[in-house]
Protein backbone atom coordinates (compact mmCIF):
# COMPACT_ATOMS: atom_id res chain seq x y z
CA UNK A 1 0.00 0.00 0.00
CA UNK A 2 0.94 3.56 -0.84
CA UNK A 3 2.60 5.17 2.09
CA UNK A 4 1.52 8.65 0.80
CA UNK A 5 -0.76 9.34 -1.96
CA UNK A 6 -1.31 12.70 -3.82
CA UNK A 7 -4.42 12.11 -6.08
CA UNK A 8 -3.91 15.76 -8.11
CA UNK A 9 -0.82 14.93 -10.72
CA UNK A 10 -1.70 18.67 -11.68
CA UNK A 11 -3.89 21.55 -10.67
CA UNK A 12 -4.54 24.73 -12.31
CA UNK A 13 -5.56 27.95 -9.86
CA UNK A 14 -6.44 31.37 -10.73
CA UNK A 15 -3.86 33.96 -8.78
CA UNK A 16 -5.10 35.46 -5.60
CA UNK A 17 -7.13 32.37 -5.12
CA UNK A 18 -6.48 29.87 -2.60
CA UNK A 19 -5.77 26.37 -3.73
CA UNK A 20 -5.86 23.20 -1.65
CA UNK A 21 -3.25 20.45 -2.36
CA UNK A 22 -4.55 16.77 -1.12
CA UNK A 23 -2.40 14.34 0.90
CA UNK A 24 -3.25 11.14 2.22
CA UNK A 25 -1.35 8.91 4.54
CA UNK A 26 -1.49 5.39 5.60
CA UNK A 27 0.56 4.68 8.95
CA UNK A 28 0.39 2.51 12.17
CA UNK A 29 2.96 4.22 14.20
CA UNK A 30 1.34 6.44 16.63
CA UNK A 31 4.27 9.10 16.26
CA UNK A 32 5.22 10.45 12.82
CA UNK A 33 5.41 13.55 11.47
CA UNK A 34 4.06 14.96 8.39
CA UNK A 35 5.69 17.61 5.32
CA UNK A 36 5.17 19.72 2.12
CA UNK A 37 7.86 20.48 0.01
CA UNK A 38 7.92 23.21 -2.85
CA UNK A 39 10.10 22.23 -5.73
CA UNK A 40 10.34 25.09 -8.33
CA UNK A 41 11.49 23.67 -11.77
CA UNK A 42 15.38 24.83 -10.93
CA UNK A 43 14.95 21.38 -8.54
CA UNK A 44 15.92 22.75 -4.67
CA UNK A 45 13.59 21.23 -2.67
CA UNK A 46 12.11 24.09 -0.03
CA UNK A 47 10.47 23.07 3.06
CA UNK A 48 6.77 24.36 3.82
CA UNK A 49 5.50 23.04 6.65
CA UNK A 50 5.81 20.30 9.20
CA UNK A 51 3.22 18.73 11.29
CA UNK A 52 3.36 16.06 14.02
CA UNK A 53 1.41 13.28 15.02
CA UNK A 54 0.66 14.65 18.25
CA UNK A 55 0.31 18.44 17.57
CA UNK A 56 -3.03 19.72 18.75
CA UNK A 57 -3.12 22.11 16.57
CA UNK A 58 -2.99 22.90 12.49
CA UNK A 59 0.02 24.07 11.38
CA UNK A 60 0.88 27.45 9.54
CA UNK A 61 3.32 28.99 8.37
CA UNK A 62 2.51 32.57 6.29
CA UNK A 63 0.36 31.62 3.72
CA UNK A 64 0.75 28.01 3.97
CA UNK A 65 -1.54 26.09 6.29
CA UNK A 66 -2.02 22.13 6.90
CA UNK A 67 -5.54 20.84 7.40
CA UNK A 68 -4.64 17.90 9.55
CA UNK A 69 -7.40 15.26 10.01
CA UNK A 70 -5.62 12.59 12.04
CA UNK A 71 -8.50 10.33 11.91
CA UNK A 72 -9.15 10.13 8.28
CA UNK A 73 -5.56 10.43 8.01
CA UNK A 74 -4.71 13.38 5.62
CA UNK A 75 -3.11 16.43 5.78
CA UNK A 76 -4.04 18.31 3.14
CA UNK A 77 -1.89 21.82 2.20
CA UNK A 78 -4.22 24.90 1.99
CA UNK A 79 -1.96 28.38 0.19
CA UNK A 80 -4.00 31.61 0.65
CA UNK A 81 -3.78 34.05 -1.68
CA UNK A 82 -1.85 31.69 -4.46
CA UNK A 83 0.65 33.85 -6.15
CA UNK A 84 2.27 33.33 -10.18
CA UNK A 85 5.64 32.00 -8.15
CA UNK A 86 3.50 29.74 -5.98
CA UNK A 87 3.89 27.29 -9.90
CA UNK A 88 5.69 24.03 -9.14
CA UNK A 89 5.82 20.64 -8.07
CA UNK A 90 4.65 19.76 -4.45
CA UNK A 91 5.16 17.31 -2.65
CA UNK A 92 3.30 15.84 0.73
CA UNK A 93 6.47 13.58 2.82
CA UNK A 94 5.88 11.44 5.93
CA UNK A 95 8.43 10.35 8.84
CA UNK A 96 7.75 7.76 10.77
CA UNK A 97 8.77 6.67 14.32
CA UNK A 98 10.42 9.44 16.55
CA UNK A 99 13.36 11.52 16.15
CA UNK A 100 15.77 9.24 14.88
CA UNK A 101 14.47 7.91 11.88
CA UNK A 102 15.21 10.74 10.11
CA UNK A 103 13.76 8.81 6.55
CA UNK A 104 10.94 10.39 4.41
CA UNK A 105 8.66 8.58 2.43
CA UNK A 106 7.11 10.89 -0.34
CA UNK A 107 3.91 11.22 -2.25
CA UNK A 108 3.94 11.23 -6.54
CA UNK A 109 3.81 15.05 -6.05
CA UNK A 110 0.85 17.63 -7.62
CA UNK A 111 2.11 20.15 -10.45
CA UNK A 112 0.42 23.23 -9.43
CA UNK A 113 0.15 25.89 -12.27
CA UNK A 114 -0.91 29.76 -11.50
CA UNK A 115 -2.79 31.31 -14.18
CA UNK A 116 -2.36 35.23 -13.84
CA UNK B 1 22.54 31.31 8.32
CA UNK B 2 23.90 29.72 5.67
CA UNK B 3 21.53 26.65 3.88
CA UNK B 4 22.41 22.90 2.82
CA UNK B 5 24.88 23.14 -0.31
CA UNK B 6 25.69 20.20 -2.75
CA UNK B 7 28.89 19.93 -5.51
CA UNK B 8 28.73 19.60 -7.53
CA UNK B 9 25.75 20.90 -9.33
CA UNK B 10 25.69 19.22 -12.33
CA UNK B 11 28.09 16.30 -13.28
CA UNK B 12 27.87 14.35 -16.79
CA UNK B 13 29.68 10.35 -16.54
CA UNK B 14 30.48 7.70 -18.81
CA UNK B 15 29.13 3.92 -17.75
CA UNK B 16 31.17 2.25 -15.23
CA UNK B 17 32.64 5.37 -13.96
CA UNK B 18 32.51 6.38 -10.66
CA UNK B 19 31.08 9.93 -8.91
CA UNK B 20 31.73 11.30 -5.51
CA UNK B 21 29.26 13.50 -4.28
CA UNK B 22 29.17 16.02 -1.73
CA UNK B 23 26.87 18.00 1.00
CA UNK B 24 27.52 20.39 3.60
CA UNK B 25 24.86 20.47 6.06
CA UNK B 26 23.35 23.65 7.32
CA UNK B 27 25.80 24.36 10.47
CA UNK B 28 24.54 22.32 14.31
CA UNK B 29 22.77 19.96 11.81
CA UNK B 30 24.24 16.43 12.61
CA UNK B 31 21.67 14.36 10.37
CA UNK B 32 22.33 14.06 6.54
CA UNK B 33 20.05 12.13 4.38
CA UNK B 34 20.36 11.49 0.97
CA UNK B 35 17.66 10.90 -1.56
CA UNK B 36 17.28 10.15 -5.69
CA UNK B 37 14.83 11.46 -7.55
CA UNK B 38 14.38 10.19 -11.42
CA UNK B 39 11.15 10.73 -13.06
CA UNK B 40 9.75 6.85 -13.24
CA UNK B 41 10.63 6.55 -9.70
CA UNK B 42 10.10 9.81 -7.89
CA UNK B 43 11.96 10.46 -4.59
CA UNK B 44 13.45 7.71 -3.14
CA UNK B 45 15.97 7.55 -0.07
CA UNK B 46 19.10 6.39 0.06
CA UNK B 47 20.40 6.12 3.14
CA UNK B 48 20.93 8.75 6.51
CA UNK B 49 24.10 9.73 9.06
CA UNK B 50 24.57 10.49 11.94
CA UNK B 51 27.33 11.29 14.13
CA UNK B 52 29.52 9.58 11.26
CA UNK B 53 27.45 6.45 11.52
CA UNK B 54 24.88 5.17 8.74
CA UNK B 55 21.72 5.03 10.62
CA UNK B 56 19.49 4.03 7.84
CA UNK B 57 19.72 2.53 4.86
CA UNK B 58 17.00 2.23 2.01
CA UNK B 59 16.93 -0.53 -0.58
CA UNK B 60 19.39 0.27 -3.00
CA UNK B 61 22.42 -1.97 -4.47
CA UNK B 62 25.93 -1.92 -2.34
CA UNK B 63 27.63 0.36 -5.61
CA UNK B 64 25.62 3.18 -3.10
CA UNK B 65 27.42 3.96 -0.51
CA UNK B 66 28.15 7.29 1.76
CA UNK B 67 29.90 8.64 5.10
CA UNK B 68 29.76 10.88 6.88
CA UNK B 69 32.84 13.30 8.61
CA UNK B 70 33.41 14.76 11.99
CA UNK B 71 31.81 17.84 10.62
CA UNK B 72 28.89 16.52 9.63
CA UNK B 73 29.70 16.78 5.71
CA UNK B 74 28.63 14.05 3.85
CA UNK B 75 29.74 12.34 0.62
CA UNK B 76 27.71 10.16 -1.27
CA UNK B 77 29.98 7.15 -3.76
CA UNK B 78 28.39 5.88 -6.58
CA UNK B 79 30.66 3.31 -8.67
CA UNK B 80 30.13 1.58 -11.53
CA UNK B 81 27.92 3.64 -12.72
CA UNK B 82 24.72 2.91 -15.07
CA UNK B 83 22.36 4.55 -17.29
CA UNK B 84 19.96 3.94 -14.59
CA UNK B 85 21.48 6.12 -12.35
CA UNK B 86 21.00 9.54 -14.22
CA UNK B 87 19.01 11.69 -11.45
CA UNK B 88 18.79 14.55 -9.36
CA UNK B 89 20.60 13.97 -5.92
CA UNK B 90 19.15 15.56 -3.07
CA UNK B 91 21.04 15.73 0.01
CA UNK B 92 19.03 16.67 3.51
CA UNK B 93 19.94 18.03 6.59
CA UNK B 94 18.30 18.04 10.24
CA UNK B 95 18.63 19.09 14.15
CA UNK B 96 16.50 16.48 14.84
CA UNK B 97 13.58 18.94 15.83
CA UNK B 98 11.55 17.16 12.71
CA UNK B 99 12.22 20.14 10.21
CA UNK B 100 14.41 18.74 7.27
CA UNK B 101 16.12 20.95 4.83
CA UNK B 102 17.14 19.91 1.77
CA UNK B 103 20.12 21.37 -0.80
CA UNK B 104 20.09 22.56 -4.58
CA UNK B 105 20.65 18.84 -5.80
CA UNK B 106 23.42 17.69 -7.50
CA UNK B 107 21.95 16.34 -11.67
CA UNK B 108 23.88 13.43 -12.41
CA UNK B 109 23.90 12.33 -16.27
CA UNK B 110 25.45 9.01 -17.68
CA UNK B 111 26.26 8.74 -20.81
Known amino acids: AQKITQTQPGMFVQEKEAVTLDCTYD???????LFWYKQPSSGEMIFLIY??????QNATEGRYSLNFQKARKSANLVISASQLGDSAMYFCAMREGNFGNEKLTFGTGTRLTIIP | KAGVTQTPRYLIKTRGQQVTLSCSPISGHRSVSWYQQTPGQGLQFLFEYFSETQRNKGNFPGRFSGRQFSNSRSEMNVSTLELGDSALYLC??????????FGPGTRLTVT
Open chain 1, 51 to 56: QGSYDQ
Open chain 2, 92 to 101: ASSRQDARQY
Open chain 1, 27 to 33: TSDPSYG
